[in-house]
C-alpha cells in the first residue's frame, strides 16, 4: 500500500494519536455555543458556516496554547493517562455535538415562532434558500409611467415573482434609489422567497422632486400599483403573495 494510503487509514482507524485533544474540546464547545438561540432566525446554510467556523476558531485556539504549554516544559500526563483523557474526550465531544444538534431545532423554531413563522421540522447544513428577485424599471424603459407599470408586470410575471411567498411593492427616492438595509432582512427572513418591484420616476434627490415634479412620484406609484394589484387579485387567495408597500424618503410620500 502506498504509504500515503496507509497514513489516511491511521488517521481514520486512530483518529486520536493525529487531532488535538484540547483542540476537540475548545472546538466542540465554539461549536456548540453558536448553536444557541439568536435573536433572528439563522438560514441553515449561514449556520453551518458559522458553526464550521466556530469549530476551527476553537480547534486552532486550543492547538496555539497546547503548543505554549509544550513549549515552556510544563508537566504532562502521563502516556496511559492521555489515551484515557482523548477517549472520555472524544465520546463527550460526540455527545455534547448531538445534544446541541437536536437541541438547535427546538431553540431555533422558539424564535420563529415569536416572529410569527412557520416551524421548521429539522435542523439541515445543506438546505440552502431562494435568491430574492427584484424587478426594477428604469425611467428611459418606456416614455409613459402607464407603460413603465406594465413593462415591470410583465416582467415580474415572467421571472415568477407571483410565484413567491411575499411580494413587495417598492416606492423608491427621488433619485429612485432603494434602500438595501429595508430590503435585506426581509430577503434573510423569507430565506430568498420574496420578489420585489419598483419603478424610477426621477433622476432628482428627493427635495427637488418634491418641488419641481412633485406629480411625477405619484403618478408612477399609482400606475404600478393599480397594475401589480389588479393582477394579484385574479390570483387565487390561498396561492399568492403576500403584498406590501415600502416607501423611503418622498417614496413613502408617494
Not at 45 to 59: E, K, P, R, T
Not at 67 to 81: E, N, Q, S
Not at 112 to 131: N, P, Q
Not at 183 to 212: F, H, K, R
Request: hydrophobic letters at 45%; a negative charge; proline letters at 6%.
Amino acid at each position: 500500500m502506498h504509504p500515503t494510503w496507509k497514513r489516511t487509514v491511521k488517521i481514520i482507524t486512530r483518529p486520536g494519536r493525529y487531532f488535538s485533544t484540547p483542540g476537540l474540546l475548545l472546538g466542540t464547545l465554539f461549536m456548540a455555543v453558536s448553536l444557541t438561540p439568536t435573536l433572528l432566525p439563522r438560514q441553515d446554510v449561514v449556520q453551518g458556516l458559522i458553526s464550521g467556523l466556530s469549530l476551527v476558531a476553537g480547534y486552532g485556539v486550543a492547538v496555539m496554547a497546547h503548543g505554549l504549554w509544550l513549549y515552556l516544559g510544563l508537566p504532562r500526563f502521563r502516556a496511559r493517562t492521555r489515551q484515557i483523557i482523548k477517549l472520555v474526550a472524544t465520546g463527550l465531544c460526540l455527545l455534547v455535538a448531538l445534544i446541541f444538534l437536536w437541541q438547535a431545532t427546538e431553540w431555533k423554531n422558539g424564535v420563529r415562532a415569536l416572529m410569527d413563522m412557520e416551524a421548521e421540522a429539522g435542523l439541515s447544513f445543506l438546505v440552502i434558500g431562494a435568491v430574492a428577485l427584484l424587478v426594477y424599471v428604469g425611467m428611459n424603459s418606456a416614455p409613459t409611467p402607464e407603460e413603465r407599470a406594465q413593462l415591470a408586470l410583465q416582467e415580474l410575471e415572467r421571472v415568477g415573482g407571483f410565484e413567491r411567498s411575499m411580494l413587495v411593492l417598492v416606492t423608491p427616492t427621488g433619485t429612485g434609489w432603494i434602500d438595501p438595509a429595508a430590503m435585506e432582512p426581509l430577503e434573510y427572513l423569507q430565506l430568498g422567497d420574496i420578489a420585489s418591484v419598483s419603478a424610477q420616476y426621477s433622476y432628482l434627490p428627493s427635495p427637488l422632486s418634491l418641488t419641481l415634479e412633485g406629480e411625477y412620484g405619484q403618478e408612477m406609484a399609482r400606475a404600478l400599483f393599480e397594475v401589480i394589484y389588479e393582477h394579484w387579485t385574479t390570483l387565487p387567495t390561498d396561492d399568492r403573495p403576500d403584498l406590501y408597500l415600502h416607501g423611503l424618503s418622498l417614496g413613502a410620500l408617494n
